[in-house]
């Protein structure tokens, strides 16, 4: 039995599902015999009975035992099951598997084999494999399965794509093999997943999962803080944040807008996108999942956390929809505060981002491209008022992630990434740090040098408050990430 599985304890998890625990969703799912479904440990249809309950750490499991998803829970809609070790090597790998097979930005043509992945990884396809179900119980290609038929699911519930668009934006190679693969599956064709409801506005609409406790306004009011106008905006009273972003896809870029409405009564966000994504909608919901840290396990981080920051269980690491913008926006932010860091961004992006139609006028321009700023002549961002450090700091970014040199994104690996920001000119340890927490969602980044960090611990009198601050968190393993924000909010 994997070490995953075998961490459950299925008298736990049967309280959890009697209960609806949203705290769980997506930590385990459950296998129902008498009637070959699997679901959510929120879902509201009658409570199995315990003796015809089997639970499963993942999705994956679950269809690999030959359970069907639910139709009513969905479990596509659960936030993902993140675990982190920082001892078992074996365990490591098998996880950074896992984060390179649901990250799409991490593929260029979409679909990924397991020789591609070992190759990336720099070990066998045979040692991923025996790792990866040791790990997870089941094998890469599994894996992926359930990962590209769970978002076809969703695409083809929320949304009104054509199915050849579903079938290819899902990663299937062709509608052929997505519904041979979604009739063996789940013993449906996909047409009868249609469903009438959902689809209107502007654009397509999801639902994205999440566990509580999630603290909407913290992470609201981070994103208040640092807007920038055209560019985004954040609606406390409605709890709602729009933002333009561009997406590269196979065939170009495409540019638009999205709108997430946290809701008021269940834990979930309603996504809008604009008609102009669709195409990329998995990867839009992606960078949201990100931006937001919806797939954060609260439990795990608080048993870790609490003690020492009992007054954060609730907040969650800001992501980003475009690492490669919020390490422009790092550099920038750079032994400055808050809003001078704002102010440059705006500057930055009234120069160089281009304009785009929206329905929303605090919508109208995007960030600048990489290629855009790569370009960037020294006289032109000086007149913003960045200084000929930060200036070359932007530059080499902006060249590097242009020429395809670094890849910031939650599947990059984040050793070998931070390593390569260090070599740009600029870029210290501080911000390949704060880049690695935002952008690539390591979960254990700790920018020890900040200053604002050894206030809130207490250590900003000390010789080397670095150094202290970084034997403080050796407790906090492998959630300093998690740690940082906690203290930041002290503040």
């Not at 679909?111 to 991923?128: F, K, N, Q, Y």
């Not at 054509?162 to 299937?172: C, D, E, K, M």
Request: glycine letters at 8%.
């Amino acid at each position: 039995m994997p070490p995953v599985a075998e961490a459950l304890q299925p008298d736990a998890c049967y309280l959890a599902l009697k209960a609806r625990d949203a705290r769980f969703d997506g930590r385990f799912f459950t296998g129902v015999t008498t009637t070959g479904i699997y679901c959510r440990p929120v879902c509201k249809v009658r409570t199995p009975r315990r003796e015809n309950c089997r639970f499963f750490s993942h999705a994956a499991q679950a269809e690999s035992a030959g359970f069907r998803p639910c139709l009513r829970c969905r479990p596509e809609l659960a936030p993902r099951a993140l675990t982190w070790s920082i001892q078992d090597a074996s365990a490591i790998l098998a996880q950074q598997a896992a984060r390179l097979l649901d990250e799409p930005e991490a593929w260029s043509d979409g679909t990924p084999s397991v020789e591609d992945l070992a190759g990336r990884l720099g070990v066998s396809d045979r040692h991923l494999r025996r790792i990866f179900e040791a790990q997870f119980g089941v094998s890469p290609l599994q894996y992926l399965q359930t990962r590209r038929l769970l978002t076809a699911k969703q695409l083809l519930a929320d949304t009104d794509l054509p199915i050849t668009q579903v079938a290819l934006s899902s990663g299937f190679a062709s509608v052929r093999r997505f519904n041979a693969a979604f009739v063996q599956h789940y013993g449906l064709n996909p047409t009868q997943l249609r469903r009438e409801g959902g689809r209107g506005g502007a654009g397509p609409q999801v639902r994205l999962g999440l566990r509580p406790p999630y603290d909407t306004a913290a992470m609201l009011s981070f994103f208040a803080t640092r807007r920038i106008d055209g560019l985004e905006f954040v609606d406390m009273d409605k709890l709602t944040l729009g933002r333009t972003l561009a997406v590269s896809t196979k065939d170009g870029s495409v540019a638009g807008w999205f709108i997430a409405r946290f809701d008021a009564t269940q834990p979930q966000v309603q996504l809008e996108v604009s008609p102009s994504l669709r195409e990329a909608l998995p990867l839009v919901i992606r960078r949201v999942r990100a931006m937001l840290d919806l797939d954060a396990d609260p439990q795990a981080i608080n048993a870790v956390l609490h003690e020492r920051f009992p007054q954060g269980d609730g907040l969650r690491v800001p992501g980003a929809v475009s690492g490669y913008e919020l390490a422009v926006r790092a550099v920038l932010g750079q032994q400055i505060t808050v809003a001078a860091a704002r102010t440059l961004a705006q500057r930055l992006v009234d120069r160089f981002g281009d304009a785009v139609e929206t329905p929303y006028p605090a919508l109208r321009k995007l960030f600048p491209a990489p290629a855009v700023l790569a370009q960037a002549e020294g006289d032109a961002l000086g007149q913003l008022g960045i200084v000929k450090q930060r200036q070359a700091a932007i530059v080499g970014i902006a060249k590097a992630v242009a020429e395809g040199r670094i890849a910031l994104h939650g599947g990059a690996d984040v050793a070998a990434t931070t390593t390569a920001l260090k070599e740009l000119p600029g870029i210290g340890d501080w911000t390949a740090q704060y880049i690695a927490m935002r952008a690539l969602r390591w979960p254990d980044a700790f920018p020890a040098g900040d200053v604002a960090l050894h206030k809130a611990l207490g250590v900003q009198g000390e010789r080397n408050p670095a150094r202290e601050a970084e034997a403080a968190s050796q407790a906090w393993k492998p959630w300093r990430s998690y740690a940082v924000i906690r203290a930041w909010h002290s503040m």
